[in-house]
């Protein structure tokens, strides 16, 4: 497996840019962008930032990261990002759309072990996370009315049912925003409570300081004295400010008398996760999943095409794992 410093390894082998996936185009047309495309790297070149890490972990009494949290929340920043949110958004079969992207996807894999390895890595990094303002750039599509008018109980917003990600460099989301449809720039202001994991010391793509929320992630619309959202139009890009709730999913959990541990527990019980998620209301909370899941998340390197057949049927196991084999860590 290859240092940090080394050339990434194409799929199958050879230097031919046509065979590497991801294609990575919006990084290596540009010859100053080629360091950041994704490498291979040995768990042994983690050891340094995860001391550090563990070290931040024990000062708030939480037991360090171990192999699995690391390496799972790594194959997160990776293509696989885009199976296990397609499982959180489409189990529950509430979005046709979200349901036929998870069935094509992962072929009735529900990638439980990995989803929730990943969520407990998440869990214990949002303890040690600076709180900031974090970014999240999304292209060619706009926020329905319904999201910023106020419900029956008088909150404007939605929730997230796949992980989250989101960026401290605001010029990274703007970049993902950008399009000639124009896009939506989405500013999330954390709380004390409500934080999210910095897991950019981590990610295959450490330049996008990225930030990751666990699943079911309540996001509200911030508004003026008079009720009024706050958003503003910059260019081609709307930009709204959202406040986060980890606590939405804690509802969901405790209805269901499971442990707060981050939705991906649930996934421990799928027909119980499924059947949760069914009884929510139908109203604005799927329009975040929507609006991520149905047009893909913008990612530099990651969205630029399908995955390989071999990778989108791999693991028809049920519960299983076995499409992790293809992951590059």
Known sequence: MNEGGAKPVAEGGGDDVSVWWPTERSLRRDSSMIERCRRPRSLQSFAAARASVDERLAAVA??????GELL????????????YCAV??????RVPALTRQFETLCQ??????????INGALIKLARISTISKLYRGVSGFGLPQAFLAPDEHGVRGGVELGFLS???????????????RGGLLLEIEQAMGDRGADISWLSQYPHEKEVCFPPVLG???VTHADGVPVKRTEGAVVVIQLRPSTSRGSGIRNAMGGSDSGGAAL??????????????????????????GARGDRRSGREEQPLPKQVAASGKATGGDSGRDIDTV
């Open 62 to 67: 939480t037991a360090p990261i171990t192999d």
């Open 108 to 117: 009735g894999n529900t990638y439980r072990g990995t989803i929730q390895t």
């Open 166 to 180: 989101a960026t401290m460099e605001r010029e990274v989301a703007v970049q993902y925003a950008a399009g000639d």
């Open 88 to 93: 959180l958004r489409g189990v529950a079969g």
């Open 267 to 292: 996934l421990s019980q799928p027909l119980s996760y499924r059947d949760a998620l069914r009884r929510l209301p139908s109203t604005s909370w799927q329009l975040l999943s929507l609006c991520y």
């Open 72 to 83: 799972t929340a790594r194959m997160y920043t990776g293509p696989m990002y885009e199976k």
């Open 219 to 221: 996001l509200e619309v």
